[in-house]
């Protein structure tokens, strides 16, 4: 059992160029989403997704684009990198329970844009 | 406004010492409360979390950590500290039919020999 497996680990783009990070978690978990880490600014949704064919914007949604066509993919895609966007990127899913939820996090992708 | 506030960015204390990590939340409803943590080129860990019940919630690698209402506080304790502990922390408020998880600035430990 992966859990919540993302790739690249690493990537350096250029400016304007495009790209796209992968998610796929085999929990079968309807809830994922995609978090970007900035130092001093803990982690920040960007986009998330309740299930197939459902997406919605999170916190700092702008220069990101997301799909979700199966249970187990959440790909992140940049159109058109910029500077600003050079972060670790979390993918997570969530277990929904009547207790409460937990979520399960991704090892991150480490992005920079020069 | 929902928030969460780590007010302290880097501690740092000896090996075998006792530790406490802040963290006060906003949150408009029944606040579901985490502690993760994150060693260094990893993703996060669940440590511990808090839905009800008992205030003191008991996590994995010896943390614990007590919900205090009237205080809008989820500190973050351990009686002794080992050199492994050293990460970063971070504290995270969630609520009951929302999947959206606001999480504080993060608090980097530094463990000394």
């Known amino acids: 059992n992966a859990g919540v497996t993302q790739t690249p680990k690493f990537q350096v783009l250029k400016t304007g160029q495009s790209m796209t990070l992968q998610c796929a978690q085999d929990?079968?978990?309807?809830?994922m989403s995609w978090y970007r880490q900035d130092p001093g600014m803990g982690l920040r949704l960007i986009h998330y997704?309740?299930?197939?064919?459902?997406?919605d914007q999170g916190e700092v949604p702008n220069g990101y684009n997301v799909s979700r066509s199966t249970t187990e993919d959440f790909p992140l895609r940049l159109l058109s990198a910029a500077p600003s966007q050079t972060s670790v990127y979390f993918c997570?899913?969530?277990?929904?329970?009547?207790?409460?939820?937990?979520?399960?996090f991704g090892q991150g992708t480490r992005l920079t844009v020069v | 406004a929902q928030s969460v506030t780590q007010p302290d960015i880097h501690i740092t204390v000896s090996e075998g010492a006792s530790l406490e990590l802040r963290c006060n939340y906003s949150?408009?409803?029944?606040?579901?409360l985490f502690w993760y943590v994150q060693s260094p080129g990893q993703g996060l860990q669940l440590l511990l979390k808090?839905?009800?019940?008992?205030?003191l919630v008991q996590g994995i690698k010896g943390f614990e950590a007590e919900f205090k209402r009237s205080q809008s506080s989820f500190n973050l304790r351990k009686p002794s500290v080992h050199w492994s502990d050293a990460a970063e922390y971070f504290c995270?408020?969630?609520?009951?039919?929302?999947?959206?998880?606001?999480f504080g600035t993060g608090t980097r430990l530094k463990v000394l020999a």
């Open positions: 997570a899913t969530i277990l929904p329970g009547t207790g409460g939820t937990e979520a399960f």
């Open positions: 929990m079968n978990h309807e809830y």
């Open positions: 997704s309740v299930g197939a064919g459902i997406t």
């Open positions: 949150y408009g409803a029944t606040p579901y």
């Open positions: 808090y839905f009800s019940g008992d205030t």
């Open positions: 995270a408020v969630g609520g009951r039919g929302t999947y959206k998880y606001i």
